[in-house]
Every structure is written in structure tokens, then in C-alpha cells.
């Protein structure tokens, strides 16, 4: 693309060395200005602006377009150039869809999607196991977290509980937010002595510290990176799993440990096609 600007000419020719700016994928715009002509009293002024071809990464490719690869380098843990809606696109970026802020929430949701999987069927499976009471081992949506699917007697009821976990999560998720606009702010704020520990790493996705890190993982930069990804990965798959917890509740009526057991016991009895039915 090239684009002719006529101006009045100055003392002598100025040559502006061409400027580079980098987007976040790692594509590259150059913009250079050169003028014609050195005594004219008219210059005129070419801008040409040339996109470099996207960094090869040695990585597997998923559903991957010559556009998602433009601005997909590889540089992200989990970058496999799938983004078929341009969500990270950082020329489409706005409002609330920002790519730096989608990064982010990914791995915070798949963390807490890692949690929700493993916490939502654990008690189903220890009460199989007899590890735990009977009586509480039940279905994640028979504990109260959907009241009309079933409730137990917890020291208060499961709207007292909701109100309550709301204003917690609230508050951490307020801090959390604080962290991610302003690095490092939650480490300069008195929060009961523990503020040492929050100041962060400098990126909000993994602040790290004795809190955040304890067992100090990732030493070094490449065992960090395969980290990285691992924990992107198995975040996905998790919101996944959650997902599937949701559909199996409404189409079984049971747990998800027990539609296993089901399908294990009579695969053909028991499988996608034969539990399409509303209970």
C-alpha cells in the first residue's frame, strides 16, 4: 500500500528513517518516508506500510488460518493458531474483548474449572470407595448448588450460602482485578500483614510468591514454559469437563462417576445416543 502527501518543501531534504512497530502477535508494520526530490518546492512524501510474514514457531497447528497466523506467533503457552472468531485479532480489539484480557481469563477460568472437575465428582467417587458417609456423597447438583435439584442441611440454607459466596468472591475478585490493571499494586496495600507476599510477578496470569507458587515450580525458563502450557491445556479440558457435568445432570439425573460406571458396565445401553432423553 502506498500513499502520496504533498507538503511544502523545507531547507534541505529530511530523511526519516524507517519505524517499526510491533503488534501483538509479533507481526511487524514498517512505515517509511523518503522525499523525491531534495530542492523541489514541492516534496512529495510516500508512506508505504508492509506487514512481515508471521514467525514460524515449531508447534502444532490446529484449524489454523493465514490471518490467525498473522498475529498467533506462537509466543503465548497453549498457541496452536485456533481463533476462528478473531477474538485475539488485536486490530478487531475492543471493549471488553481485548486479547491481553482473554489470555488472562482463560487461565484464571481453567483454573477454576480444574478445581470445580475435581471437586464436583471427588465426593461421589469416595462415597463409592466408602471413604465418606453416605450422606455425602451426592451429586454435585444434589448439594444444594441447584436448590430445586436437591439440598443439604448445611449450617445455614443454600441461598444464605449463595449470598455469602458471592460477597467473598466479589472481594476477590475485586483485588484480583486491581492486580491485573496495576501489577504490583496489591503489594503496596496493607492486607493484614500479608501484603509481602502479594506484590506479584509482574504478570497478573501468574504472580507466583509464597502464596501463589509455594512449591516453586517452574525454576527455570523452559521447565516455566511446559508449565505454562500443561496448565492452559488442562484448564480447557476441564472447562470442558464442567461443561459436560451440566449436560449429563440434565439428561441422566445422575452424577458424573455414575454415568462411568454405567457405561462401563453396559457400553451400549448406556452412551451418548441412548442418554439423549430429558429425565
Not at 32 to 53: C, Y
Request: hydrophobic fraction near 45%; charged fraction near 15%.
Amino acid at each position: 500500500m502506498a500513499t502520496t502527501v504533498a507538503c511544502k518543501s523545507v531547507a534541505g531534504a529530511v530523511f526519516a528513517p524507517a519505524q517499526e512497530q510491533r503488534l501483538m502477535g509479533g507481526s511487524a508494520l514498517r512505515v517509511s518516508v523518503a522525499p523525491l526530490g531534495k530542492n523541489a518546492a514541492r516534496t512529495s512524501v510516500i508512506v508505504r506500510a508492509t506487514a512481515n510474514k508471521p514467525v514460524k514457531a515449531n508447534r502444532q497447528l490446529i484449524f489454523a488460518s493465514e490471518q490467525s497466523l498473522s498475529y498467533l506467533d506462537g509466543s503465548l503457552p497453549g498457541d496452536y493458531g485456533f481463533d476462528p472468531l478473531g477474538l485475539s485479532d488485536p486490530q478487531g480489539a475492543g471493549g471488553f474483548i481485548d486479547p491481553n484480557w482473554l489470555r488472562y481469563a482463560e487461565i484464571i477460568n481453567g483454573r477454576f474449572a480444574m478445581l470445580g472437575a475435581a471437586g464436583a465428582i471427588a465426593p461421589e467417587i469416595f462415597g463409592k470407595l466408602g471413604l465418606i458417609p453416605q450422606e455425602t456423597a451426592l451429586p454435585w447438583f444434589q448439594t444444594g448448588v441447584i436448590p430445586p435439584l436437591g439440598q443439604y442441611n448445611y449450617w445455614a440454607d443454600p441461598y444464605t450460602l449463595f449470598v455469602l459466596e458471592i460477597a467473598l468472591m466479589g472481594f476477590a475478585e475485586h483485588r484480583r482485578a486491581q492486580d491485573y490493571y496495576k501489577p504490583g499494586s496489591m503489594g503496596k496495600q496493607y492486607f493484614l500483614g500479608l501484603e509481602k507476599g502479594l506484590g506479584g510477578s509482574g504478570d497478573p496470569a501468574y504472580p507466583g510468591g509464597p502464596f501463589f507458587n509455594f512449591l516453586g515450580f517452574g525454576k527455570d525458563e523452559k521447565s516455566l514454559r511446559d508449565l505454562k502450557v500443561k496448565e492452559v491445556k488442562n484448564g480447557r479440558l476441564a472447562m470442558l469437563a464442567i461443561l459436560g457435568y451440566f449436560i449429563q445432570a440434565i439428561f441422566t439425573g445422575v452424577g458424573p462417576f455414575q454415568n462411568l460406571l454405567d457405561h462401563l458396565a453396559d457400553p451400549a445401553a448406556n452412551n451418548v445416543l441412548t442418554n439423549l432423553k430429558l429425565h
